[in-house]
């Protein structure tokens, strides 16, 4: 159980809210509000070091402040039967934003969970853990941006989580725009509770199991507190889910429609690109050369089709994750105390992409005195099974920090002086073809010939249509390797207590100085660098590398001022001031709030903040770096006389193959990015309508100018056709001679005209730069009311909505505002809905909660499909003093992704929506003493 620590320092109650409000990020307190949310627990108490809170739904007019916070406890995660802190966070009806997750597993993190609140990006929101910075994800995201994983955090160590909506760059510094998470690990904990859970899926695969261990000890003058956990799942292989393992799945055609990706081609180019140019081994027909590959199938268009491919890949990594967490405290003499905590945690994952391919290119065989191209798929049958290709991700973490608090001038001033040092290390091996020794094994050895410009091989067909066998698949392969590491460490002191009285009561104040250090360096194997020469590189991947260091200095200020009885208002502000290579020097925030309150049961409160964002250390320090991506090559589709942008409901004539392709990219970091700048703003009310009935609506509005991205490539490709036709879409003039027209065609390689490419893309350049503008506003709701009956028991209930009213951006000044919120090629979602019934009656507990997830656009873009919603339940009883027993069922009626018969491309539906199914998990916790 979780008990006061009876040798805590005392503190006037403004002085404690003050200083849990401003210290978090420096001296490991927590915001000193608690929140209305779905997920809080009712009439819990929770202590934080030396602040006693009260976590109540009820009376919340009381205990508010000025912006609105979500609490989710440890109570409210085992309750409502989730896994892992980025489980309860996926809940918040704040996340309205789409990430990357294990479905990606193409992508460059696809062992990591992000937060994306408000729709902004994952860096967009400040994650604290014990109210301190810790180490970012050694990887980028989406090869880009820097970003906290939120997979590698044990919930055995879990107090509660806090989320304050909105910008706080006054009290937080950089990267608190969307808002601030801060994970608050457990202290003054006493006994010992072991608790086992094991799990599975209905639809097959991702059995799991969890070993939580959290204690603690207190003295007369000392606490300690320790947790650990160990966590082990199961991949999933998305041939494990009948609506995801074939392109029969496709739900825009009939199945003995569908097409699958072609496994086998052989092609005589100088022929052309039809069913009377592919080639195959003499003797063979199409049908008897499709069959020597079990995978393969002879398709109704005649190519030896692989259905199967990707369902090869995973869409839930095997982990076998270890935690474990120790805080403690010293009690000297004259009120002094000590403190210190340490936590680490050893992950290992196994992930797969869908299986390898080959591609020729266009080459000249000699025997034929033909061009060829060919395309070939590796199948599992060949490579050793599924998971034969697996990628091992080694992740090490650790966080430690210590430090001194005590009091001055008879009790009136708090202070605390604090330090840390958080470190993430990765490494990361991946089976890959050598690049040379593949093209030898179907080319023969390099001729250095070439008949005009294509290379002069000796295509060795028969071999080509022959499965590998092991052995020889194991000579052609290598191990690939990325090391990556991340670091942070940081000083703080601070001050807080009441300066004076005023006539409505005491004026609180509090200060902060600090300064911190970041770094992080990514090596990836040089063989994949897109300017490697050597004479073993791999084929088809490319990495990013980087590495840099920054420091920064910070001094901040709060003032808590009662103005009159039922008028408190808020003011803070900070200076940051950054030292690394950037432009961004130094930066000045601010923020006010108020609180009115007519009466007890009534809070009308509203704040304004100014927030900055310094660059994400990748973007400013990323090494030039290759990758592939999909474009709609507009130039060549204008040219045609085809119309890019149909009307709404058409089909878009330029989605043909010969118009939308695969292309190849560099990019690299830019040390000319400056800050990004932004405003936010709060307008809300929390009513106790009822002693036993509250509730808060509170409208936002988020501003960002400078936001750093990519440019995107749809926009490249529409002003380089511009630029390169004379004339945009809307058949106004363009200066292709102009400094733009220059900027936008310099960032475009084409092959050049000729018989086979037809100037097709070849590839193009990539980087950061500061955007011109990004504003989102919405609303949240919530609700809770409490029901406690004699004979039936105790009742919760809870509701939380958020929806979004604008998103809109503007890529470059002049370029327009576009209303992404609306846009069809947009899938973030406009609104969410969590809610939870909880019932308590002698020794059960039983909870029903679940979420929906609103419409997104189709895949067509022609419409939009319906909502996602969700439900879970979990039932628990106490069997002796000591133990307790729990089924939780995650996904009870077993939803999967809303129908979109026009979502044509695999997996078939947004990576969003979860494929996993229904869960299903057993427990058992049992209490020492």
Same mark, same amino acid.
């Given at each position: 159980?979780?008990?006061?620590?009876?040798?805590?320092?005392?503190?006037?109650?403004?002085?404690?809210?003050?200083?849990?409000?401003l210290?978090?990020?420096?001296?490991?307190?927590?915001?000193?509000q608690?929140?209305?949310?779905?997920?809080?627990?009712?009439? +819990?108490?929770?202590?934080? !070091?030396? $602040?006693?809170?009260?976590?109540?739904? #009820?009376? =919340?007019?009381?205990? *508010? @402040?000025?912006?609105?916070?979500?609490?989710?406890?440890?109570?409210?995660?085992?309750?409502?039967?989730?896994?892992?802190?980025y489980?309860?966070?996926?809940?918040?009806?704040?996340?309205?934003g789409?990430?990357?997750?294990?479905?990606?597993?193409?992508?460059?993190?696809?062992?990591?969970?992000?937060?994306?609140?408000?729709?902004?990006g994952?860096?967009?929101?400040?994650?604290?853990?014990?109210?301190?910075?810790?180490?970012?994800?050694?990887?980028?995201?989406?090869?880009?941006?820097?970003?906290?994983?939120?997979?590698?955090?044990?919930?055995?160590?879990?107090?509660?989580?806090?989320?304050?909506?909105?910008?706080?760059? +006054?009290?937080?510094?950089? !990267?608190? $725009?969307?808002?601030?998470?801060?994970? #608050?690990? =457990?202290?003054?904990? *006493? @006994?010992?509770?072991?608790?086992?859970?094991?799990?599975?899926?209905?639809?097959?695969?991702?059995?799991?199991?969890?070993?939580?261990?959290?204690?603690?000890?207190?003295?007369?003058?000392?606490?300690?507190?320790?947790?650990?956990?160990?966590?082990?799942?199961?991949?999933?292989?998305?041939?494990?889910?009948?609506?995801?393992?074939?392109?029969?799945?496709?739900?825009?055609?009939?199945?003995?429609?569908?097409?699958?990706?072609?496994?086998l081609?052989?092609?005589?180019?100088?022929?052309?690109?039809?069913?009377?140019a592919?080639?195959?081994?003499?003797?063979?027909?199409?049908?008897?050369?499709?069959?020597?590959?079990?995978?393969?199938?002879?398709?109704?268009?005649?190519?030896?089709?692989?259905?199967?491919y990707?369902?090869?890949?995973?869409?839930?990594?095997?982990?076998?994750?270890?935690?474990?967490?120790?805080?403690?405290?010293?009690?000297?003499?004259?009120?002094?105390?000590?403190?210190?905590?340490?936590?680490?945690?050893?992950?290992?994952?196994k992930?797969?992409?869908?299986?390898?391919?080959?591609?020729?290119?266009?080459?000249?065989?000699?025997?034929?005195?033909?061009?060829?191209?060919?395309?070939?798929?590796?199948?599992?049958?060949?490579l050793?099974?599924?998971?034969?290709?697996?990628?091992?991700v080694?992740?090490?973490?650790?966080?430690?920090?210590?430090g001194?608090?005590?009091?001055?001038?008879?009790?009136?001033?708090?202070?605390?002086?604090?330090?840390?040092?958080?470190?993430?290390?990765?490494?990361?091996?991946?089976?890959?073809?050598?690049?040379?020794?593949?093209?030898?094994?179907?080319?023969?050895?390099?001729t250095?010939?070439?008949?005009?410009?294509y290379?002069?091989?000796?295509?060795?067909?028969?071999?080509?249509?022959?499965?590998?066998?092991?052995?020889?698949?194991?000579?052609?392969?290598?191990?690939?390797?990325?090391?990556?590491?991340?670091?942070?460490?940081?000083?703080?002191?601070?001050?807080?207590?009441?300066?004076?009285?005023?006539?409505?009561?005491?004026?609180?104040?509090?200060?902060?100085?600090?300064?911190?250090?970041?770094?992080?360096?990514?090596?990836?194997?040089?063989?994949?660098?897109?300017?490697?020469?050597?004479?073993?590189?791999?084929?088809?991947?490319?990495?990013?590398?980087?590495?840099?260091?920054?420091?920064?200095?910070?001094?901040?200020?709060?003032?808590?001022?009662?103005?009159?009885?039922?008028?408190?208002?808020?003011?803070?502000?900070?200076?940051?001031?950054?030292?690394?290579?950037?432009?961004v020097?130094?930066?000045?925030?601010?923020?006010?709030?108020?609180?009115?309150?007519?009466?007890?049961?009534?809070?009308?409160?509203?704040?304004?903040?100014?927030?900055?964002?310094?660059?994400?250390?990748?973007?400013?320090?990323?090494?030039?770096?290759?990758?592939?991506?999909?474009?709609?090559?507009?130039?060549?589709?204008?040219?045609?006389?085809?119309?890019?942008?149909?009307?709404?409901?058409?089909?878009?004539?330029?989605?043909?193959?010969?118009?939308?392709?695969?292309?190849?990219?560099?990019?690299?970091?830019?040390?000319?990015?400056?800050?990004?700048?932004?405003?936010?703003?709060?307008?809300?009310?929390?009513?106790?309508?009822?002693?036993?009935?509250?509730?808060?609506?509170?409208?936002?509005?988020?501003?960002?100018?400078?936001?750093?991205?990519?440019?995107?490539?749809?926009?490249l490709?529409?002003?380089?056709?511009?630029?390169?036709?004379?004339?945009?879409?809307?058949?106004?003039?363009?200066?292709?001679?102009?400094?733009?027209?220059?900027?936008?065609?310099?960032?475009?390689?084409?092959?050049?005209?000729?018989?086979?490419?037809?100037?097709?893309?070849?590839?193009?350049?990539?980087?950061?730069?500061?955007?011109?503008?990004?504003?989102?506003?919405?609303?949240?709701?919530?609700?809770?009311?409490?029901?406690?009956?004699?004979?039936?028991?105790?009742?919760?209930?809870?509701?939380?909505?958020?929806?979004?009213?604008?998103?809109?951006?503007?890529?470059?000044?002049?370029?327009?505002?576009?209303?992404?919120?609306?846009d069809?090629?947009?899938?973030?979602?406009?609104?969410?809905?969590?809610?939870?019934?909880?019932?308590?009656?002698?020794?059960?507990?039983?909870?029903?909660?679940?979420?929906?997830?609103?419409?997104?656009?189709?895949?067509?873009?022609?419409?939009?499909?319906?909502?996602?919603?969700?439900?879970?339940?979990?039932?628990?009883?106490?069997?002796?003093?000591?133990?307790?027993?729990?089924?939780?069922?995650n996904?009870?009626?077993?939803?999967?992704?809303p129908e979109?018969?026009?979502?044509?491309?695999?997996?078939?539906?947004w990576?969003?929506?979860?494929?996993?199914?229904?869960?299903?998990?057993?427990?058992?916790?049992?209490?020492?003493?």
């Open positions: 159980m979780s008990v006061r620590n009876t040798n805590a320092l005392k503190r006037s109650r403004l002085s404690a809210a003050l200083i849990t409000a210290v978090m990020p420096f001296a490991g307190t927590a915001i000193a608690e929140a209305g949310s779905t997920q809080q627990s009712s009439q +819990a108490t929770s202590t934080l !070091d030396k $602040v006693t809170v009260t976590g109540s739904r #009820i009376k =919340k007019a009381e205990i *508010e @402040g000025p912006a609105p916070v979500t609490v989710i406890t440890a109570e409210d995660i085992e309750k409502q039967g989730f896994s892992t802190v489980d309860a966070l996926n809940t918040l009806t704040e996340f309205t789409s990430v990357q997750n294990e479905l990606n597993q193409n992508g460059f993190t696809p062992n990591a969970s992000f937060l994306n609140l408000r729709g902004l994952p860096g967009y929101q400040l994650v604290l853990v014990n109210g301190r910075r810790t180490a970012d994800y050694p990887l980028p995201y989406n090869s880009q941006s820097n970003a906290v994983n939120l997979a590698n955090i044990p919930a055995a160590a879990i107090e509660r989580i806090e989320v304050l909506s909105g910008g706080a760059s +006054a009290i937080y510094g950089s !990267d608190a $725009v969307a808002g601030v998470v801060n994970i #608050i690990m =457990k202290s003054n904990y *006493e @006994g010992d509770m072991v608790t086992f859970r094991g799990g599975t899926t209905t639809r097959g695969g991702g059995d799991s199991g969890r070993v939580q261990w959290v204690g603690g000890k207190t003295g007369d003058n000392w606490s300690v507190t320790y947790a650990a956990e160990y966590l082990t799942r199961e991949e999933i292989f998305a041939s494990q889910r009948d609506f995801m393992d074939s392109y029969r799945d496709d739900p825009s055609v009939e199945p003995q429609n569908a097409l699958a990706t072609i496994g081609r052989l092609r005589n180019r100088s022929i052309g690109t039809g069913l009377n592919y080639i195959y081994p003499t003797g063979d027909t199409p049908a008897s050369a499709c069959a020597r590959f079990s995978e393969y199938e002879l398709e109704a268009r005649g190519t030896c089709g692989y259905f199967g990707p369902a090869t890949q995973q869409i839930r990594n095997s982990d076998e994750n270890l935690s474990g967490y120790l805080y403690g405290t010293y009690d000297f003499d004259g009120g002094l105390q000590a403190f210190g905590q340490i936590s680490a945690s050893s992950a290992d994952a992930i797969a992409s869908a299986t390898q391919f080959w591609q020729s290119g266009l080459v000249y065989d000699a025997t034929r005195r033909a061009i060829l191209d060919s395309q070939r798929i590796f199948t599992p049958s060949e050793g099974g599924l998971g034969a290709q697996q990628t091992t080694s992740e090490r973490s650790f966080d430690v920090a210590a001194l608090r005590g009091t001055l001038f008879n009790d009136r001033f708090d202070w605390e002086a604090a330090i840390s040092h958080a470190r993430y290390d990765l490494e990361v091996k991946q089976p890959r073809f050598r690049a040379n020794a593949i093209r030898e094994y179907f080319l023969g050895p390099n250095g010939l070439f008949q005009g410009p290379p002069v091989v000796n295509f060795n067909v028969n071999r080509f249509f022959t499965p590998l066998t092991g052995d020889t698949y194991r000579s052609l392969i290598t191990t690939v390797g990325t090391d990556a590491e991340s670091e942070v460490s940081q000083a703080s002191f601070t001050l807080s207590g009441d300066l004076f009285e005023l006539p409505a009561g005491a004026l609180g104040m509090a200060a902060t100085i600090e300064a911190a250090s970041q770094k992080y360096d990514l090596q990836n194997d040089p063989r994949i660098a897109p300017d490697y020469t050597g004479p073993d590189p791999i084929y088809n991947l490319t990495g990013t590398g980087g590495g840099g260091d920054r420091d920064r200095y910070a001094l901040g200020m709060e003032f808590s001022i009662p103005v009159f009885e039922t008028l408190k208002m808020n003011l803070a502000g900070r200076y940051d001031k950054y030292d690394d290579i950037t432009e020097d130094g930066a000045f925030t601010w923020s006010a709030g108020l609180e009115f309150r007519p009466v007890d049961s009534l809070l009308i409160r509203g704040s304004y903040a100014t927030s900055f964002r310094a660059p994400d250390m990748h973007y400013v320090f990323a090494k030039e770096s290759g990758f592939f991506t999909t474009v709609l090559d507009e130039y060549r589709c204008r040219r045609d006389g085809l119309n890019p942008a149909p009307p709404a409901g058409s089909p878009n004539p330029c989605g043909a193959a010969a118009y939308t392709y695969s292309v190849f990219g560099t990019r690299s970091g830019s040390t000319e990015l400056q800050e990004e700048e932004g405003r936010s703003a709060t307008l809300g009310v929390v009513w106790d309508v009822t002693d036993n009935m509250s509730i808060s609506v509170d409208a936002y509005r988020i501003k960002l100018e400078g936001a750093v991205s990519d440019i995107s490539t749809s926009y490709m529409r002003e380089e056709a511009a630029c390169l036709l004379g004339t945009d879409r809307n058949g106004n003039t363009v200066d292709g001679t102009s400094d733009a027209c220059q900027f936008f065609t310099s960032l475009v390689t084409r092959t050049g005209v000729d018989a086979i490419n037809d100037d097709e893309i070849d590839s193009y350049l990539s980087f950061p730069f500061n955007q011109s503008m990004l504003e989102t506003s919405g609303i949240d709701a919530k609700w809770r009311y409490q029901l406690d009956t004699d004979r039936l028991g105790d009742f919760n209930f809870g509701l939380g909505w958020t929806h979004v009213l604008k998103l809109e951006e503007e890529e470059f000044p002049g370029s327009g505002i576009r209303n992404i919120r609306d069809k090629q947009f899938f973030n979602f406009r609104s969410r809905v969590n809610w939870e019934v909880n019932w308590e009656r002698d020794d059960w507990n039983v909870n029903l909660n679940g979420y929906r997830w609103g419409s997104l656009p189709n895949w067509a873009e022609t419409g939009r499909i319906g909502s996602y919603v969700i439900w879970n339940t979990q039932v628990s009883k106490k069997i002796t003093e000591k133990a307790t027993v729990g089924i939780a069922i996904n009870v009626l077993d939803e999967l992704a979109d018969d026009t979502f044509n491309t695999y997996p078939f539906f990576r969003a929506y979860s494929p996993i199914g229904r869960e299903v998990f057993v427990s058992f916790s049992y209490k020492f003493n």
